[in-house]
C-alpha cells in the first residue's frame, strides 16, 4: 500500500478518535476549564497553519494568484452562508431557561437537535478527511500540521456537541460511539481525497486555500470572540501565552519541514 495512503488513514483514525475521546474525557469531567485553554490553542494552532503553512504552499505553486486569493473569498462566503444554515454552529438551549417553554419541551427539541448534530458532524468531518488528504499529497509535514489544527478545533466542538447529546437523553456511551463514528468519516474523506487528488495534483493549491479559509473563519468569527468576553488581564494572559504555543509549534513543525 502506498505510503501516504497509509499516513491518510492513520491520520484521519487518529484525528477522529483522538479528538472525539479527549472531548468525551472533558465534557464527562466537565472540565470546563480546559476547554477555555483549548479554545485559545486552538486559535494560534488554526491561523499559524493558515497563514504561515499552508497559504504559503499554495502561493508557490504554479497556480495563479488571483484565482487562489479568489477561491479564498469564496471559501470565507461559504463558511459563513454553511454556519448561517447551522451546519457548523450549533445553539445549546436548556430546560428551564427562563423562556417559558412547557415542561418537555426542551428534551423533545433536544432530541431533534441531537440527531442534526450527528449527520452535520459526519459531513464536516467527511470534509476535513479531503483536506487532511490534500495536504499529505502536497507534503507530509503540512499533513501533520493540518491534522494537528483538526484536532485541536475539533474537541472544543466535539465538547459541545457531547453536551447537547447528553441533554437530549442519549447515554454517555451512546453519545461516545455515535460521535465516534460520524468522526470516522474522515477517513472515508481521506480515501476519497487520496484517489480523487492522486489524479488531479494541480488542485490541490485550491483545495488547500479552501482549507485555510475554514480554519480563518472558524478562528475568527467563533473561537476569538468567546476569548473577548473574558476581558480582565488576569484571563487574557493565559490566552496570549497558549495562542503563542499553538504558532510556535506550527513554526517548529513548519522550520522541520523546510529543513527536509
Known amino acids: 500500500m502506498n505510503s501516504t495512503l497509509v499516513s491518510i488513514l492513520l491520520a484521519t483514525t487518529l484525528a477522529g478518535v483522538f479528538s472525539i475521546t479527549a472531548a468525551a474525557v472533558f465534557s464527562f469531567a466537565l472540565l470546563s476549564k480546559m476547554v477555555e485553554r483549548l479554545v485559545s490553542l486552538s ?33 470565507l462566503l461559504a463558511f459563513f452562508l454553511l454556519e448561517k444554515t447551522a451546519i457548523l454552529r450549533h445553539s445549546h438551549h436548556h430546560e428551564d431557561d427562563g423562556h417559558g417553554h412547557h415542561h418537555g419541551h426542551d428534551k423533545k427539541e433536544a432530541g431533534k437537535a441531537g440527531w442534526m448534530i450527528l449527520v452535520g458532524d459526519g459531513l464536516h468531518n467527511f470534509t476535513d478527511g479531503i483536506l487532511i488528504a490534500a495536504a499529505f499529497l502536497a507534503d507530509p509535514h503540512l499533513g501533520l500540521v493540518t491534522g494537528l489544527a483538526i484536532i485541536a478545533h475539533e474537541i472544543p466542538q466535539e465538547i459541545g456537541d457531547f453536551i447537547v ?4 437523553g442519549f447515554s454517555r456511551t451512546r453519545a461516545y460511539v455515535y460521535n465516534l463514528i460520524c468522526s470516522l468519516m474522515a ?32 478562528a475568527v468569527s467563533d473561537l476569538m470572540p468567546q476569548m473577548q468576553r473574558r476581558a480582565t488581564l488576569r484571563e487574557t494572559i493565559p490566552q496570549v501565552i497558549l495562542i ?14 523546510h529543513a527536509h
Open 43 to 75: 486559535v494560534g494552532i488554526m491561523l499559524s497553519t493558515s497563514l504561515l503553512h499552508a497559504l504559503p504552499e499554495a502561493f508557490e505553486s504554479q497556480a495563479e494568484p488571483h484565482t487562489l486569493f479568489a477561491v479564498l473569498l469564496g471559501g
Open 165 to 168: 447529546l447528553l441533554n437530549a
Open 187 to 218: 477517513v472515508a474523506g481521506g480515501v476519497l481525497g487520496y484517489f480523487m487528488l492522486e489524479r488531479g495534483m494541480e488542485w490541490i493549491p485550491y483545495v488547500l486555500v479552501f482549507a485555510s479559509s475554514g480554519f480563518i473563519y472558524i
Open 244 to 257: 503563542a504555543a499553538g504558532v510556535l509549534i506550527v513554526l517548529a513543525l513548519t522550520h522541520q519541514a
